[in-house]
């Protein structure tokens, strides 16, 4: 059985602790950690978790122990590193995917780092132009068209081919990793009430609608464009399987009011399955036992189900 690799992310923030806490509750799960092992070692003997050091990725898990492979490395960070390693061995086939734990991107990027996040990263190792994200919590699902741009830019990013592809993805992805028979896409428009028909706004006729009438062309259970309190209210109600937002806050404050703490980030489009936490680094409550490991096992219930 091809394990899960797991990255804890940045070893100064509470991404070890997480893996750890939730590692020793969960003895059954195939996983061996990829990461900075001092920080691994340092919250297994906290909680009590077996870990062994090992020079490379097992093809075989040991059964007393969970294997930590440091990958160490002079010319990039370790927790990009281990990011890289863990990628490349769910490409060869050798790892059933990757479950990752927080980075920090302002110290990530004064050491170089020339990437967004975990995100763009994943599509550069996997050779993927814009992976898309989406989040998972206990009763939504939602997946972005556009992420981190200034949203005086989202109109004129969210365009038709642009609404159209993720539209795709994420109907493939509901199809072939959740094998969902009913896939409901609710579309967000850009504007209050959709646009009210072009009286707040024209994006909704000339890229939205659309793409949501292309897609549906090829059977694709999109219904909108809508206003967002109506998608999130359909889906709330059981009425759709995945929100479309337009953009980051429109789609992750509905969200994360919900399920902070508890939601995955959920990475589409990629030759490989990505799960993750939906929080930061938490230097503030870093180190002092108290960081609340939800939505890494959310993250990990999630990958195993993706991987099944």
């Known amino acids: 059985m091809r394990p899960l690799l797991v990255t804890p992310g940045d070893p100064q923030g509470v991404g070890p602790e997480v893996v750890v806490k939730t590692l020793a509750d969960r003895r059954d799960a195939c996983c061996a950690i990829v990461g900075d092992w001092a920080a691994v070692a340092q919250e297994a003997a906290r909680w009590s978790l077996p870990v062994v050091r090992v020079e490379g990725i097992p093809e075989h898990l040991p059964g007393d122990a969970v294997p930590v492979f440091d990958p160490g490395c002079a010319t990039e960070p370790v927790e990009a590193a281990a990011i890289r390693a863990a990628a490349l061995e769910a490409l060869a086939g050798r790892a059933a995917g990757l479950v990752t734990g927080p980075i920090h991107k302002g110290r ?12 763009d990263f994943l599509g550069h190792l996997c050779g993927v132009d814009e992976p898309v994200m989406a989040f998972v919590g206990a009763s939504l699902r939602v997946v972005l068209v556009t992420v981190h741009i200034a949203l005086r830019t989202v109109a004129e990013m969210a365009s038709e081919e642009r609404v159209l592809r993720v539209l795709r993805i994420a109907d493939q992805a509901l ?4 094998h969902l028979e009913r896939r409901r896409l609710l579309v967000c428009g850009v504007n209050p009430h959709a646009g009210e028909r072009g009286m ?3 994006e909704e006729e000339e890229a939205i609608h659309p793409a949501v009438t292309r897609a549906r ?23 759709g399987e995945m929100v479309v937002a337009m953009y980051h806050d429109q789609g992750l404050v509905p969200l ?13 489009g990629l030759p490989i399955v990505r799960t993750s936490v939906d929080h930061g680094t938490a230097d503030d409550i870093a ?13 990990l219930d999630l990958a195993e189900r993706l991987t099944r």
């Open 108 to 119: 990530l990027a004064a050491r170089g780092f020339r990437f967004m996040g975990h995100t």
């Open 175 to 178: 199809a072939g990793q959740l």
């Open 200 to 202: 707040m706004g024209t």
């Open 217 to 239: 062309r090829e059977g694709i259970d999109a219904r909108g464009p809508m206003s967002a309190e109506a998608a999130f209210h359909l889906a709330a109600e059981g009425d």
């Open 256 to 268: 994360k009011a919900l399920h902070f703490g508890h939601s995955v980030n959920w990475t589409l």
């Open 287 to 299: 180190g002092k036992g108290i960081a609340d490991p939800s939505s890494f096992r959310a993250a």
